[in-house]
Antibody, heavy 120, light 107 residues
Framework: QITLKESGPTLVKPTQTLTLTCTFS??????????VGWIRQPPGKALEWLAL???????SYSPSLKSRLSITKDTSKNQAVLTMTNLDPIDTATYYCAHKRGRGGPFDIWGQGTMVTVSS | DIQLTQSPSFLSASVGDRVTITCRTS??????LAWYQQKPGNAPNLLIYAASTLQSGVPSRFSGTGSGSEFTLTISSLQPEDFATYYC?????????FGQGTRLEIK
């Protein structure tokens, strides 16, 4: 059974850096085809894909946020970490991590999400 | 970027109704399309992938069709637990994009 859980700060000041950790079980990011993505959702708005990392270290980013994002994995801890720099109040959202089933596959299992508020 | 446009954005229906939501993409994506259901306060839940494959555990009243640039999600007989927001998503090319959502409410 695959599970994922996001962790990180709930409140961040503008211009600060946000680091979110996705801790997962039921699969390994050393196994062929496995991927973990990050998606966010501002209050009352639609889903927005942010970043993705695969078992073979292939990384992809939303072009509009690429300069501010970094995604890494720690296979020994079963974690994927998203870093976002220079936070702004418009980055206030619920941030989800999700398991991706192969490069052409969907996000089939999602974490519960973590709400991040950017405010001074 | 591939744009996804869902219609309608809002839908009011009754228990037992058959409803269809459409997702149109700005360019062809073969069948690299997924549908998600999201209830308030919860993470999205995968319903359909590869345009028409039902995710394990999802009731058979949900079905998906389409290829290229036009796709549909149909709920054959609405149940009370189906009132939620539905999103389509393309995984054909980066950046991965989602539709704006269709909010399905009880009439």
């Amino acid at each position: 059974q695959i599970t994922l859980k996001e962790s990180g700060p709930t409140l961040v000041k503008p211009t600060q850096t946000l680091t979110l950790t996705c801790t997962f079980s039921g699969f390994s990011l050393t196994s062929t085809g496995m991927g973990v993505g990050w998606i966010r959702q501002p209050p009352g708005k639609a889903l927005e894909w942010l970043a993705l990392i695969y078992w073979d270290n292939d990384e992809s980013y939303s072009p509009s946020l690429k300069s501010r994002l970094s995604i890494t994995k720690d296979t020994s801890k079963n974690q994927a970490v998203l870093t976002m720099t220079n936070l702004d109040p418009i980055d206030t959202a619920t941030y989800y991590c999700a398991h991706k089933r192969g490069r052409g596959g969907p996000f089939d299992i999602w974490g519960q999400g973590t709400m991040v508020t950017v405010s001074s | 970027d591939i744009q996804l446009t869902q219609s309608p954005s809002f839908l009011s229906a009754s228990v037992g109704d058959r409803v269809t939501i459409t997702c149109r993409t700005s360019q062809g994506i073969s069948t690299y399309l997924a549908w998600y259901q999201q209830k308030p306060g919860n993470a999205p839940n995968l319903l359909i992938y590869a345009a028409s494959t039902l995710q394990s555990g999802v009731p058979s009243r949900f079905s998906g069709t389409g290829s290229g640039s036009e796709f549909t999600l149909t709920i054959s007989s609405l149940q009370p637990e189906d009132f939620a927001t539905y999103y389509c998503q393309q995984v054909d090319s980066y950046p991965i994009t989602f539709g704006q959502g269709t909010r399905l409410e009880i009439k």
